[in-house]
């Protein structure tokens, strides 16, 4: 028997409730309008036209008229000449020999364009631009990280300095609160026989001028956020303007992550340079004026040559130009450090080899692998961004005795020394040196400096990378000019010959034998468990606990 078809609901319902529907979309629309007159939203206006009494009337109206046809004119022709091209892609594709030798001009012209492009790496963009900021400068400031002031000088640079005739030479000892105060004034004395020395603290809050902020009271700033040595480096800048006589450009150079920006924004007091934890952030020159006489350079960062020592290397390259391997440069950071104060710092037990510190290190800081194993890898990537950031505390011994490096002699130190008051910067590094609140040196972890570290200041001297590295690379080279105008930075992937083999196995074979022979040692999980997800490519530098 055939089911009867059931009746369709009924749309009826209650004048109660259709009124109450009516009434609330009235409410709805009364909010609409009332919104819409706070945005001062206005239907537009029609053209009332050209009134009758005003003057020249019939001449206004025929250019109207006349600019009316012009753009009509134009709108046909771009179509014609649409129409054309279409029948030109028709003709080709049927006939592909047809006009074959008007187009190869034109592809030949793309192709050397994209050349041109292709083969300006983000390394030669660096060294074209600290060349035209070391040239446009009168005065230069290389900022060196107080805690190795001798890894962050660069001898390449300062000889193209000096070879740039009369330009001077400044050192500015940045992060001056994070060494013990006897470290500093030992670094000061040793540094200010060669070049004008000026202790400084840069600050670490400042008023970002692009975003308003309303705040009822200024709070003074803290004796950690402060600036300190602000006023030695601008009274030192203004005697030599002084006795110059004219306007002067600063420009200020130096390594990734030793606070050139940040230097910069100290100065002008408010946040005019981009500014962050990400090592080689600036891209390209900025020009901010101090005054009307003196006009500072912001510039990249040096690009580090690959004949230094692993230390340096790891130090010294930025995640978004160089490729950093986490496991190879911790473990080489982790070769120079006392390993005594290491243990006492990071509250982790004496290890024999770095496989040993990650893994306790990874346990420590709760850093673990899917299945409960700890993340080597990842701790590793840990402690380097630590080590590069600002706010670790470890100290470098200077020489025992000075001797003037190769590319300087006495006459250059007197040149370089020539129009500074250096009474007065003495005074004012002494008084910088009482302000600053200093660490205790047994709160501090003792390091090996590897001594200066060389850089690439030509062209010519960037090692040719290899044709795995350089597919790997080629969007980045092909949106660099975009990303130099909005600083932004550019995420690196890794080789494809690091997925043959587990990252900690690759730390391992760059370790030295000794701790290879240790790495039987070791817990047998760290190898057994690690996963495809911990080879993928990653940036460094933005990855925190």
Known sequence: MKRPKLKKASKRMTCHKRYKIQKKVREHHRKLRKEAKKRGR?????????????PFKEALLREAELRKQQLEELKQQQKLDRQKEQNKKRKLETDPDVELSNTEPESGQRKAKRAKTSKQSPKMLHCQELKKVIEASDVVLEVLDARDPLGCRCPQVEEAIIRGGQKKLVLVLNKSDLVPKENLENWLSYLKKELPTVVFKASTQLKDKRKRIKVKKKAALSKSEACVGKEGLWKLLEGFQKTCGKAIHVGVIGFPNVGKSSVINSLKQEQICSVGVSMGLTRCMQLVPLDKQITIIDSPCFIVSPLNSAPALALRSPASIEEVKPLEAAS???????AQQVVLKFTVPVFTNSLEFFTSFAQRRGLHQKGGSPNVERAARVLWSEWTGAFLVYY??????????PHFNESIVTD?????????????NAHSIQAIKSPHLASSILFQSSGLTNGVIDEKDIPEELPKQKKQKQEQEESYEDVRIDQGIVD?????????????????????EKSQADKQSAPSFVFDKMTEEEDDAYDFSTDYV
Do not use: Y
């Open 396 to 405: 470098c011994h200077p020489p025992a005795s000075w001797t003037p490096p």
């Open 332 to 338: 080489a950071i982790l070769s120079q450090a006392d």
């Open 416 to 428: 370089m020394k020539w129009g500074f008051d250096l009474e007065e910067l003495e005074k004012n």
């Open 42 to 54: 206005k239907k537009p206006r029609k053209d009332p036209g050209v009134p009758n009494s005003a």
């Open 492 to 512: 690196k992937e890794g080789d494809d010959e690091s997925l043959d083999m587990s990252p900690a196995e690759e730390a391992c074979e760059a370790l030295p």
